[in-house]
């Protein structure tokens, strides 16, 4: 629609156009793709957005996900900070810091414009990321140095959810996942709006009990040694039991799969589409860097290289590919442009593999350590 506007026009926008460029200094330029977006939004999606609300519910509440996500925030609201995944350090958040971002997460829904609502996740976490900045340089006397960073925020997002009570973050994560310009989602808002989902599926497999090996990661790479009651939030209280299998029932019909109670025996959804640990060697120093880096199911390898080089700033990402390193530390597979690392990753897991990816030089030979996936 936007191609036939700028070669066919329609009414006098052409003339709308050349007026514009009259008023351009020599270093500016239109963006007539942003601005016609912005138009197309609000003259199609906006008439449409209680529509394509309802027909989400109702998908959701078909397949039962909306319950699955619903009933364990509000289980995981009778959690502590710690016991989903956020560092000490971290705690607690300002009460006027909170306001902010549960008003930025309010405008969020209420937006009719993806682009909108994209801005308002994007501006809870420059909130976030301004205030620890400004509360870390007042305590740098304090033996805790290390500052917010991308490994805290896919536990803090969960964080935030089940304190502020999103219900509707699936559907309004899927809604800017859906109707957002490809051009948007190649940058910071594609990894943001993919740790989005990553934390909706770590919430809805909370008390899967495949799911300890996930959070145990979170907690492991995070630095923090309250491991035991992360592992606290994945077993069921007597008074839950029944809700359990409710969640259980649903899931099933989601065709999740059964549960095991071996960890390796069957990989939950949130190991299907919460995240991915990747190694990242730096050569000058000969060690290796753990991340947790936020990979939606549905994203290939191609798309996930394109993430962490814009993420961990990688100068020459050209050079750079995906691995997969197999359990004896000397065969690394690269991986295909169009392959899905999360499905790859899954059946792995499901077959008692080890899964290890690496992000590292085309042309580099290591021998990679003995180490848990």
């Known amino acids: 629609m936007k191609n036939y506007l700028m070669k066919n026009g329609e009414g006098d926008f052409l003339q709308v156009v050349q007026n514009e460029r009259s008023r351009l200094r020599p270093n500016q330029f239109l963006n007539i793709d942003a601005i016609l977006e912005v138009s197309l939004q609000k003259l199609i999606i906006k008439p449409l957005k209680n529509f394509i609300y309802e027909l989400f519910i109702r998908n959701h509440t078909m397949s039962g996900s909306l319950k699955i996500l619903s009933t364990n925030i509000k289980l995981a609201q009778n959690k502590s900070a710690e016991e989903l995944g956020i560092r000490s350090e971290l705690m607690p958040i300002e009460p006027k810091i909170m306001a902010e ?35 870390f340089q007042k305590c740098q006397q304090s033996k805790h140095r290390r500052s917010f960073s991308g490994d805290d925020l896919l536990p803090m997002f969960v964080y935030l959810i089940v304190s502020c009570g999103v219900i509707s973050a699936e559907i309004e994560s899927e809604y800017m996942l859906g109707l957002l310009h490809p051009s948007i989602m ?59 299998g409710q969640i259980n029932g649903s899931a099933s019909a989601l065709k999740i799969g059964s549960q095991s109670s071996s960890p390796l025996a069957l990989p939950s959804i949130a190991n299907l589409q919460a995240y991915m640990k990747i190694m990242i060697p730096n050569e000058l120093t000969s060690s290796i860097t753990s991340k947790i880096v936020p990979v939606r199911y549905n994203m290939t390898t191609k798309e996930v290289c394109r993430m962490i080089a814009h993420t961990f700033r990688v100068s020459n990402p050209e050079d750079h590919a995906l691995y997969r390193i197999k359990e004896n530390g000397l065969e690394e597979i690269q991986m295909l442009d169009n392959d899905f690392p999360q499905v790859i990753k899954s059946e792995l897991l499901a077959r008692g593999e080890t899964a290890m990816f690496a992000y590292k030089r085309c042309d580099a030979k290591f021998v990679w350590p003995i180490t848990n996936p």
């Open 186 to 244: 190649n940058g910071d808002g594609s990894y943001y709006l993919t740790v989005l989902s990553s934390a909706i599926q770590v919430l809805k497999t909370m008390y899967a009990g495949d799911n300890s090996r996930q959070l145990e990661d979170i907690i492991t790479l995070n630095g923090s040694h309250s491991k035991q009651s992360m592992i606290s939030v994945l077993q069921p209280k007597p008074s839950e039991a029944k809700l359990r």
């Open 101 to 135: 971002i549960q008003k930025n997460l309010r405008r969020l829904q209420q937006s009719y414009s993806p682009i909108k609502k994209l801005e308002h996740l994007l501006k809870c976490v420059t909130i976030l990321n301004g205030y620890y900045r400004d509360r």
